[in-house]
């Protein structure tokens, strides 16, 4: 039997290990929101980054890849990667994958989902909502083992417009980094 991984945020251009079929679509009653903290990718425990998670949002949907891994073998290895990769990500949920927007029927149903919830008691590195200009202020500051916060959203951005999204939230952020380096003078070298 295959296993289905959903990949809203760096899993939509980078997954990391074997798959069979890659799959553009979207997952109902969520939205992608830079409310976790990264201390081991994109930040460090003294200056976390931010990194996209998943909240319940009625009506709305979250764009992104469904990665289809059918060999046993291929399974096991991704998982493995995976729960070290996402281990700041405290909830695994198993949700419906739709890639039409008229669909009432999934065209998968059990994909996996890593996703870091709200609860303090149980991830320690939810940040939460915060004004946008804040946000923006950390990951312009927040650099990590994986390089740079604001290459973590520059690379959402650029991956979601790849696969026909226009995720607001998204683009809100990455225009205020823009800006913010734009009027401070930042450059990348």
Same mark, same amino acid.
């Given at each position: 039997?295959?296993?289905?991984?959903?990949?809203?945020?760096?899993?939509?251009?980078?997954?990391?290990?074997?798959?069979?079929?890659?799959?553009?679509?979207?997952?109902?009653?969520?939205?992608?929101?830079?409310?976790?903290?990264?201390?081991?990718?994109?930040?460090?425990?003294?200056?976390?980054?931010?990194?996209?998670?998943?909240?319940?949002?009625?009506?709305?949907?979250?764009?992104?890849? *469904?990665?289809?891994?059918?060999?046993?073998? @291929? +399974?096991? /290895?991704?998982?493995?990667?995976? =729960? !070290? #990769?996402?281990?700041?990500?405290?909830?695994?949920?198993?949700?419906?994958?739709?890639?039409?927007?008229?669909?009432?029927?999934?065209?998968?149903?059990?994909?996996?989902?890593?996703?870091?919830?709200?609860?303090?008691?149980?991830?320690?590195?939810?940040?939460?909502?915060?004004?946008?200009?804040?946000?923006?202020?950390?990951?312009?500051?927040?650099?990590?083992?994986?390089?740079?916060?604001?290459?973590?959203?520059?690379?959402?951005?650029? *991956?979601?417009?790849?696969?026909?999204?226009? @995720? +607001?939230? /998204?683009?809100?952020?990455?225009? =205020? !980094? #823009?800006?913010?380096?734009?009027?401070?003078?930042?450059?990348?070298?």
């Amino acid at each position: 039997m295959a296993m289905w991984v959903f990949g809203y945020g760096s899993l939509i251009w980078k997954a990391g290990f074997n798959y069979d079929d890659r799959v553009v679509g979207f997952i109902k009653e969520y939205r992608r929101v830079f409310y976790q903290g990264s201390t081991d990718h994109r930040g460090t425990p003294e200056f976390p980054g931010r990194t996209v998670t998943l909240e319940p949002a009625g009506g709305e949907v979250c764009w992104g890849v *469904a990665y289809k891994i059918s060999k046993k073998e @291929d +399974q096991e /290895v991704a998982l493995t990667y995976l =729960e !070290v #990769r996402e281990k700041q990500y405290n909830e695994k949920a198993y949700l419906d994958f739709f890639t039409d927007p008229a669909a009432t029927t999934p065209a998968v149903s059990g994909v996996m989902v890593y996703i870091g919830s709200p609860d303090k008691r149980h991830n320690q590195n939810y940040l939460g909502p915060a004004p946008l200009e804040e946000i923006a202020k950390q990951i312009i500051d927040a650099e990590g083992p994986s390089g740079p916060n604001r290459d973590y959203l520059f690379h959402l951005e650029s *991956a979601l417009l790849q696969i026909g999204c226009i @995720d +607001q939230h /998204v683009t809100d952020l990455a225009n =205020e !980094v #823009r800006r913010i380096r734009t009027e401070t003078g930042l450059t990348d070298s």
